[in-house]
């Protein structure tokens, strides 16, 4: 079983930085890739990010690219996204997931670990 947990959620203005951090424990995957997706209320769970993490590819939806960076800290067993240029639609509950294997996948239903989720406000 693996454990999730998320931090570094808040309020920003428009136009700020935040930095999340999902921090893992427990038996992982030998082989594994990890992602942040994002949930606004009364929309569906969207891919954000994903890294994989012996290697350290990463992909990027397209709505972030640029503005945000996935990265990982092999040593602390931990993930971060930071987000730069924060606008209002990025406003949502931030998740971390796991999946095993290699495949950068955008699907959340390929993650088979999730956190608790944390959120992020942007205010105009």
């Known amino acids: 079983q693996v454990q999730l947990v998320e931090s570094g959620g808040g309020l920003v203005q428009a136009g700020g930085s935040l930095r999340l951090s999902c921090a893992a424990s427990?038996?992982?995957?030998?082989?594994?890739?990890m992602g942040w997706f994002r949930q606004a209320p009364g929309k569906e769970r969207e891919f954000v990010a994903a890294i994989r993490w012996s290697g350290g590819s990463t992909y990027y939806a397209d709505s972030v690219k640029g503005r945000f960076t996935i990265s990982r800290d092999n040593a602390k067993n931990t993930m971060y996204l930071q987000m730069n240029s924060l606008k209002p639609e990025d406003t949502a509950v931030y998740y971390c997931?796991?999946?095993?294997?290699?495949?950068?996948?955008?699907?959340?239903?390929?993650?088979?670990?999730w956190g608790q989720g944390t959120q992020v406000t942007v205010s105009s």
């Open positions: 997931a796991q999946r095993g294997g290699t495949y950068l996948s955008t699907d959340s239903r390929d993650y088979a670990y």
């Open positions: 427990g038996r992982t995957f030998s082989v594994y890739v």
